[in-house]
């Protein structure tokens, strides 16, 4: 499989602080591609990198074999961005927000009424087609988000935490979606950002880990479940005739067994791959002892286990260059224009209508009422063309 984007060397500093450090990455065409860190880990800066919206310190950016400058066209062609930030056009209806996003893509009407028809049926949003925006529950605003960036038919798609808040139905069709577009028709690229260590375990093909602006792993989740953290946990309970003593240590010499304690009347033990040794295991201990066996579980190690071990259990707080809505920021730069935020609070009132040109009728007040307390890194215009 063919490499489509290759980071070498990239680094980015904000005066003494280094946000991204000597990363070098490859991203596979036709992957999902997970990109998890804390808070302030340099996820969003390295983004801001990879698509040409940040001019790095140092190091070098390619997509396709091609080096990404500031703001390049090629950039904005190629890629898609579903921010974490709902980002939508109230009163204009699903259909409508699909067909005018394509139009500052200069995407043909004829192709993409078509598209947007198609987007909204993958995405289970066809009886929503002539819906408002506003009138949407927060599922099908998520939904019709990714569809969004997927209009102009990108090559890469960048989704950043695409499901938090949705439940299990609405994310299931969410993820499924996802791998679709990956592995099916065009076989899109998509860089994952997510706190939501289920969500990268079941859509990535390979995870990078990221803290303090460094490479901690990069390998597929399976790798990195069956190498790194404290690996699986077997936990076997014995009744109080069993005698446990010196058992520990004999388990301890088993290649590939990480730990093993006596814990009362319990034999916890961790390694890597814990099926694989079961038989080792039950070798090693004594037929008396394995007589008084009455309980065993095992817990798999998991991502987040991985996470934890790598990155540590302390709280993190935003860094520079890693706060507020990014790659909302982002995905306006990219589409050459502004796109009025819909925040997801006190939705407003209006009459209902919208015409072809997206201009709605009636009370023009911005939505959500939360913009004091986001981020304001550029002034933002509604489709009106003030704010």
């Given at each position: 499989?063919?490499?489509?984007?290759?980071?070498?060397?990239?680094?980015?500093?904000?005066?003494?602080?280094?946000a991204v450090d000597g990363l070098d990455i490859t991203v596979k065409r036709g992957e999902v591609f997970g990109l998890l860190g804390p808070n302030g880990a340099g996820k969003t800066t390295s983004i801001n990198m990879m698509v040409g919206l940040l001019k790095p310190t140092s190091g070098k950016v390619y997509i396709e074999g091609h080096e990404v400058k500031a703001?390049?066209?090629?950039?904005?062609?190629?890629?898609?961005?579903?921010?974490?930030?709902?980002?939508?056009?109230?009163?204009?209806?699903?259909?409508?927000?699909?067909?005018?996003?394509?139009?500052?893509?200069?995407?043909?009407?004829?192709?993409?009424?078509?598209?947007?028809?198609?987007?909204?049926?993958?995405?289970?949003?066809?009886?929503?087609?002539?819906?408002?925006a506003s009138a949407l529950s927060g599922g099908m605003k998520r939904r019709l988000n990714l569809a969004m960036a997927l209009i102009h038919d990108p090559e890469i798609v960048l989704l950043d935490e695409p499901s938090?808040?949705?439940?299990?139905?609405?994310?299931?069709?969410?993820?499924?979606?996802?791998?679709?577009?990956?592995?099916?028709?065009?076989?899109?690229?998509?860089?994952?950002?997510?706190?939501?260590?289920?969500?990268?375990?079941?859509?990535?093909?390979?995870?990078?880990?990221?803290?303090?602006?460094?490479?901690?792993?990069?390998?597929?989740?399976?790798?990195?479940?069956?190498?790194?953290?404290?690996?699986?946990?077997?936990?076997?309970?014995?009744?109080?005739?069993?005698?446990?003593?010196?058992?520990?240590?004999?388990?301890?010499?088993?290649?590939?067994?990480?730990?093993?304690?006596?814990?009362?009347?319990?034999?916890?033990?961790?390694?890597?791959?814990?099926?694989?040794?079961?038989?080792?295991?039950?070798?090693?201990?004594?037929?008396?002892?394995?007589?008084?066996?009455?309980?065993?579980?095992?817990?798999?190690?998991?991502?987040?286990?991985?996470?934890?071990?790598?990155?540590?259990?302390?709280?993190?707080?935003?860094?520079?260059?890693?706060?507020?809505?990014?790659?909302?920021?982002?995905?306006?730069?990219?589409?050459?224009?502004?796109?009025?935020?819909?925040?997801?609070?006190?939705?407003?009132?209006?009459?209902?209508?919208?015409?072809?040109?997206?201009?709605?009728?009636?009370?023009?007040?911005?939505?959500?009422?939360?913009?004091?307390?986001?981020?304001?890194?550029?002034?933002?215009?509604?489709?009106?063309?003030?704010?």
């Amino acid at each position: 499989m063919e490499n489509i984007i290759e980071t070498k060397g990239l680094t980015k500093k904000f005066g003494d602080f280094t946000a991204v450090d000597g990363l070098d990455i490859t991203v596979k065409r036709g992957e999902v591609f997970g990109l998890l860190g804390p808070n302030g880990a340099g996820k969003t800066t390295s983004i801001n990198m990879m698509v040409g919206l940040l001019k790095p310190t140092s190091g070098k950016v390619y997509i396709e074999g091609h080096e990404v400058k500031a703001h390049s066209p090629v950039v904005k062609a190629k890629v898609g961005v579903c921010p974490q930030n709902i980002v939508l056009w109230p009163y204009l209806t699903a259909k409508e927000n699909l067909v005018f996003m394509a139009d500052m893509y200069e995407v043909p009407r004829s192709v993409s009424s078509e598209r947007a028809d198609k987007l909204l049926a993958g995405l289970q949003l066809t009886d929503k087609t002539n819906a408002r925006a506003s009138a949407l529950s927060g599922g099908m605003k998520r939904r019709l988000n990714l569809a969004m960036a997927l209009i102009h038919d990108p090559e890469i798609v960048l989704l950043d935490e695409p499901s938090p808040g949705l439940d299990p139905q609405t994310r299931l069709v969410l993820w499924d979606y996802i791998q679709n577009i990956s592995k099916k028709g065009d076989k899109k690229t998509v860089i994952l950002t997510t706190h939501a260590m289920e969500e990268a375990d079941r859509l990535s093909d390979r995870v990078a880990i990221l803290d303090k602006g460094k490479l901690k792993a990069l390998d597929t989740p399976e790798g990195l479940k069956n190498s790194l953290g404290e690996g699986d946990v077997i936990e076997m309970r014995f009744n109080v005739e069993a005698n446990l003593k010196g058992i520990d240590a004999s388990l301890r010499k088993i290649e590939g067994i990480q730990k093993a304690d006596i814990q009362g009347s319990r034999l916890v033990i961790n390694s890597y791959n814990a099926v694989a040794h079961m038989p080792k295991i039950f070798e090693t201990l004594p037929k008396e002892v394995a007589g008084h066996l009455v309980d065993l579980k095992l817990r798999k190690n998991t991502l987040e286990d991985v996470f934890i071990s790598l990155t540590g259990r302390a709280l993190r707080e935003e860094t520079v260059g890693e706060g507020g809505d990014m790659l909302g920021h982002l995905a306006e730069q990219l589409m050459g224009g502004k796109r009025k935020e819909h925040g997801g609070g006190k939705e407003e009132k209006g009459d209902g209508k919208s015409d072809v040109n997206g201009e709605a009728n009636g009370d023009n007040k911005k939505e959500g009422g939360g913009a004091k307390d986001e981020p304001k890194p550029v002034k933002r215009r509604s489709m009106e063309g003030s704010e």
